[in-house]
């Protein structure tokens, strides 16, 4: 391992903020390891969007824009990361740790041989080799593991975990050549997309969520949207309100749903359950928003507000934007 | 049709955590053992595709652990699996994603499949990158987070869901399918399933049985656990009353401020 390579995940040209994540700690890397930092993306918009990937600290972007990766699941992205590791020599590859990122890491790990570091918020790097620090079990347990050195090695990096830094020298831009490999198996027949143009869940730098206490569907669009709005960031929701139907399980949040990482996380009438709490415990300030002043979210909480949240927060919306006007 | 269903017995998830302060190791002690959330789903999955298809449809439950675990396996026999296969060795130990997928994969070889329905993401390890080593080790089509699936004519079609919506994606038996939490609640086991389980067979299978090429366990593994810490402490921070809506929001903002978040 001495280059580093990131997959870049996009849609159609669009990324999220961790691909420049990615980016920028690839250079770190790739420096401490006395290698190369380079990108690979892949699928139709690959040649625009590398235009902007190509303004952070990288030493190439190789691109196709091939339509096979919007025909058929993930087996085309697998056969040219592959084959862009095999040409660029041995590397780390930075894979984000979403649910398609985690099927590309599981698939490469076989086909390069190479341990996988999972969920990484930190890396360690001492005479060339690689440690992955990771939250797991919620956040209750912080793990260090080792890459053992071997050609190549593979992490799951979580968004949000490092800064991103444009910036420094003008990487290349090359194409990939399409690999053969064997006939793609699984056909995309349909692909719908949903909810867009809401911030993604996991990358929003501030999370409302609501629980149980919103009493209905209503209040997610009418009390916690605005406040999110303000705050800039995305509406989550405890496993009550996605079992009753008011949002859907994309929102959930906790041991069963996702886990999220902000610098600030507002529950609104949501009790702190433990399975709530493993999927944000790790967030930067919480604050709660709870009739009851012995519900367990008090217990992590850095500021328990007892009240009722329908009065509180059309107030604090109403606050945080007359702060930015 | 043979559905196997992959389970992992893993640390009950509703208790809490505790990490030993001398050995830096995970306190399991009074801690159950149960099996992971995520393969109670892709049973449940498995357990709908066999009352859809009727017929001669077995469903064979999989798991790879510690010895002393084996009994939790019943669990998935009282909810309705046929039978359970129980790959123990000691030489698994230390097993990293790859070096599990690799072993799995072969005794799955084995014990053949016409679908392999594979849990998302575990509760200990969560690395959620053993579905997709396990299918390119077994040379089958990899569809994951599968909220409906059906099979007709050899051929498997799949409701996913992705980051920004779903898809529909279809391949070719045999297959691995994923499951996710939208595809149903796991039943609960009735009494009859209880009692039936205790009938059930649990075939084991230890390393010799399954003849592996490459090595596994802590020599096998290409990652290496270092250290376990506990998460830094985040303590009970401040409780306001609020007296009304205003005071509450106003206690928030101050507190918004005072962090610069706002
Ligand atoms: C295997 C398993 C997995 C699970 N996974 C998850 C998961 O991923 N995520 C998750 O969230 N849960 C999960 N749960 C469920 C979890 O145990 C709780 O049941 C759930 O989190 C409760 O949701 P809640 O806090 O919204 O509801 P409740 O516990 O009912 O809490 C509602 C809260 O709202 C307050 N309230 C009521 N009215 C008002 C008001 N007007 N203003 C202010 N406050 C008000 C109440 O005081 C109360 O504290 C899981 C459970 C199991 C068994
Ligand atoms: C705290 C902790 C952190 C770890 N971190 C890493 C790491 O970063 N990298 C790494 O390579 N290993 C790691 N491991 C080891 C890893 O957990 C094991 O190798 C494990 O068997 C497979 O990974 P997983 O639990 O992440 O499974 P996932 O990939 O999350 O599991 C997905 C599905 O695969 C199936 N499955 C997985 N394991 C088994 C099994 N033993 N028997 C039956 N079905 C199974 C289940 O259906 C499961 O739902 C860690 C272990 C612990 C306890």
């Known amino acids: 391992m001495k280059n580093v390579i990131v997959y870049v995940e996009h849609r159609r040209g669009e990324t999220r903020k961790v691909t420049f994540e990615m980016a920028t700690e690839a250079r770190t890397l790739a420096d401490a390891l006395g290698g190369q930092a380079h990108a690979v993306i892949v699928g139709p918009g690959a040649t625009t969007l590398a235009e902007q990937v190509k303004t952070y600290p990288l030493n190439g972007v190789y691109v196709n824009d091939d339509p096979d990766l919007d025909t058929y699941l993930l087996d085309p992205a697998v056969d040219y990361v592959e084959a862009a590791a095999r040409a660029i020599g041995p590397s780390l590859i930075l894979i984000p740790n979403t649910l398609s990122g985690r099927d590309l890491a599981g698939r490469l790990a076989a086909r390069l041989g190479a341990g996988i570091g999972a969920d990484v918020t930190e890396f360690k790097i001492e005479n060339g080799t690689v440690a992955c620090v990771s939250p797991k079990m919620g956040g209750a347990l912080i793990t260090t593991c080792a890459i053992k050195p071997a050609e190549y090695g593979i992490a799951t990096v979580r968004p949000n975990a490092f800064a991103a830094a444009a910036g420094g020298a003008g990487a290349t831009m090359q194409t990939l050549e399409k690999p053969s490999g064997k006939p793609y198996a699984a056909v995309i027949e349909e692909d719908v997309e949903e909810g867009s143009g809401e911030l993604a869940l996991e990358e929003a730098p501030v999370v409302v969520a609501g629980g149980r206490g919103l009493g209905g569907p209503e209040p997610f669009d009418t009390l916690l949207k605005p406040l999110a709005h303000a705050l800039g960031g995305a509406v989550g929701a405890s496993r009550a309100a996605a079992d009753a139907g008011w949002v859907p399980y994309s929102l959930q949040i906790g041991q069963t749903g996702k886990t999220v990482t902000p610098n600030l996380y507002i529950a609104v009438g949501i009790s702190g359950a433990i399975q709530h709490k493993v999927g944000m415990r790790s967030s930067g300030a919480i604050v709660a928003i709870n009739k009851d002043a012995a519900a367990a979210i008090a217990e992590f909480s850095d500021l328990l507000v007892v009240g009722d949240a329908f009065k509180i927060v059309p107030e604090l919306t109403r606050l945080v934007e007359a702060a930015k006007a | ?262």
């Open chain 2, 1 to 262: 049709m043979k559905i196997v269903v992959t389970v992992k017995l893993v640390p009950d998830p509703n208790a809490e955590k505790r990490i030993d302060s001398a050995t830096k190791r995970l306190v399991r002690s009074g801690v159950e053992t149960v099996l992971n959330p995520y393969d109670e789903y892709a049973l449940e999955a498995a357990l709908q595709l066999k009352e859809r298809a009727g017929g001669d449809t077995s469903v064979v439950v999989f798991s790879m652990a510690p010895e002393a675990l084996k009994e939790t396996l019943r669990k998935a026999l009282a909810m309705g699996a046929d039978e359970a296969v129980f790959l123990s060795d000691a030489g698994l130990e230390g097993s990293d994603v790859w070096a599990t997928a690799y072993a799995m994969s072969q005794a799955l070889k084995k014990i053949g499949f016409d679908l392999l329905i594979v849990g998302g993401l575990t509760d200990d390890g969560s690395t959620g990158a053993v579905p997709g080593a396990l299918a390119e080790h077994l040379g089958v089509p990899c569809i994951t987070n599968a909220r409906k699936a059906e099979i007709a004519d050899g051929t498997l079609r799949v409701e996913r869901e992705t980051d920004s919506g779903y898809q529909t994606v279809r391949g070719p038996l045999p297959a691995l399918l994923t499951t996710a939490l939208t595809f149903g609640e796991p039943r609960y086991a009735s009494l009859k399933g209880i009692m039936g389980a205790k009938k059930k067979t649990i075939a084991p299978l230890t390393l010799a049985d399954i003849g592996l090429d490459l090595a596994v366990g802590s020599d096998g593994a290409k990652m290496q656990l270092e250290a376990f810490a506990p998460p830094p402490a985040r303590g009970k921070g401040r409780t306001v009353e609020a007296a009304d809506g205003a005071a509450g929001a106003q206690a928030i903002f101050d507190f918004l401020k005072e962090k610069k978040l706002v």
